[in-house]
Each structure stands twice: as C-alpha cells, then as structure tokens.
C-alpha cells in the first residue's frame, strides 16, 4: 500500500518559517506529481503547491514567494520550505501523490494517495 506521512507542523509567529516533510513509502510507479494542500476550518481544501516527474513547481497565488516545494527521489521525500507565514496560512497541511503529471491540474479529490496532515498555526 502506499503510504504518506506529514511532519513538521507546528505553531508560528506571524513573519516565521517551517519546513514541511512528507515521506512516501510503498510507491511503485515510475512518474509522478506530488502536492501540498491545506484547509483551514470551514473552508474548501486547496492545492497551495506541486512538483512533478520533471522537476516542474507550480504554486497557487496565495503562497507564491513565500512557499517552496522540493523532493528527494532518493529518500521518497517531500517538502514544503514555508517562509513569511501569515494568520492566514493556518490550516491542516497535508500531502498527495498521483502517478502521472498530467494529474497535477486535476480535481482535489481526483489525487489517489493522501497522508493524514499536520497542522500549521500561525499567530
């Protein structure tokens, strides 16, 4: 079974920073598209960033500048480098993975593997 674990999270002053980990384990596939979501209470989930096969990074508007996404292949492990965090970026972070990059723009509940979250408080 593929599994994702988040770590990482934690409670933050406006203006500071945290890095995100997700550990994949059990993936067989060759490509991917990994992501970084968050929803906060009473709100929709979102896609905030992305990384795929090719190394492309894609961000939604919300964090673009602040937040970096990054993988190593080798450990099965993705981050999120999170820099300048705002009250509004407090939420339950949680990370994807679907198999082909061409999923990367799909639907948030069209990603097939999903890891339990961690949350993020920024005050």
């Known amino acids: 079974d593929v599994q994702l674990v988040e770590s990482g999270g934690g409670s933050v002053q406006t203006g500071g920073s945290l890095r995100l980990t997700c550990s994949v384990s059990?993936?067989?596939?060759?490509?991917?598209?990994m992501g970084w979501f968050r929803q906060a209470p009473g709100e929709e989930r979102e896609k905030i960033a992305s990384?795929?096969?090719?190394?492309?990074?894609m961000y939604a508007d919300s964090v673009k500048g602040r937040f970096t996404v990054s993988i190593n292949d080798a450990k099965n492990t993705l981050y999120l480098q999170m820099s300048n965090l705002k009250p509004e970026d407090t939420a339950n972070y949680s990370c994807?993975?679907?198999?082909?990059?061409?999923?990367?723009?799909?639907?948030?509940?069209?990603?097939?593997?999903w890891g339990p979250g961690t949350q993020v408080t920024v005050s």
């Open positions: 059990g993936y067989r596939y060759s490509g991917y598209c």
């Open positions: 990384i795929d096969t090719t190394g492309r990074q």
């Open positions: 994807a993975i679907v198999p082909y990059r061409e999923q990367c723009l799909g639907a948030v509940d069209a990603w097939n593997w």
